[in-house]
């Protein structure tokens, strides 16, 4: 079984200050990780993904996530946040072999000038 | 490439109906999987298709169905539609063959709404 949890359902931040999206895993297999955007109206747009390469993954738009298997954490930052980082973002997990995801719950990240 | 395209985008229906949505895959993607998004539950796996069988499903109830085609494209089907499946519905579509874990690309949803 996997499962994952998104401990903020809103997180607020400043437009200039780091962004912090916390995210705990569970999964009986090795998993491969994913950061998901879903901004108002859209489909989902993959930003990241972890599959047991190197644990600190880079994204797109200058998002990054770090593996910790031995906190079953993929917490995902971003040193200065912008405007239009405003968004949902969904921590999905996906176990080895399979390709069903699970995903979190989302977090909305709100972001003010 | 083109990307994951989904028809129609918006459907109105009224309970007791059936509705069929489509999704066309990234061309040379086999796997399609849909999902269902509803602000209380979230985004939840339905089914997923490879090579024109199904080879997951989540625990949605046999109401909702799908089929794919020789050239990937996907349809969903759900039957005697009630209140709560107003929802968007994604689709995905992964190479993912195989068995590894492919990274799902997904379309910009059909947004049905049941009256």
């Known amino acids: 079984a996997q499962s994952v949890t998104q401990l903020d359902s809103h997180v607020s931040v400043s437009e200039g200050t780091p962004v912090l999206l916390r995210c705990n895993y569970s999964s009986s297999y090795s998993p491969s990780l994913f950061w998901y955007v879903q901004h108002p109206n859209k489909g989902l747009q993959l930003l990241l993904k972890y599959t047991s390469a190197a644990t600190l993954v880079k994204g797109i738009n200058g998002f990054e996530a770090e593996f910790k298997k031995s906190e079953t954490s993929f917490h995902l930052t971003k040193p200065s946040a912008h405007m239009s980082d405003a968004a949902e973002y969904f921590c999905v997990v996906s176990s080895s072999g399979y390709s069903t995801l699970t995903f979190g719950k989302g977090t909305m990240l709100l972001v003010s000038p | 490439k083109a990307g994951v395209t989904q028809t129609p985008r918006y459907l109105i229906k009224t309970r007791g109906q059936q509705v069929t949505l489509s999704c066309s895959p990234i061309s040379g993607h086999r796997s399609v999987s849909w999902y269902q998004q509803t602000p209380g539950q979230g985004l939840q796996f339905l089914f997923e298709?490879?090579?024109?069988?199904?080879?997951n499903k989540g625990n949605f109830p046999g109401r909702f169905s799908g089929r794919q085609f020789s050239n990937s494209r996907s349809e969903m089907n759900v039957s005697t539609l009630e209140l709560g499946d107003s929802a968007l519905y994604l689709c995905?579509?992964?190479?993912?063959?195989?068995?590894?874990?492919?990274?799902?690309?997904f379309g910009p949803g059909t947004r049905l709404t049941v009256l």
């Open positions: 995905a579509s992964s190479t993912s063959g195989g068995g590894r874990v492919d990274t799902q690309y």
């Open positions: 298709y490879f090579s024109e069988t199904q080879r």
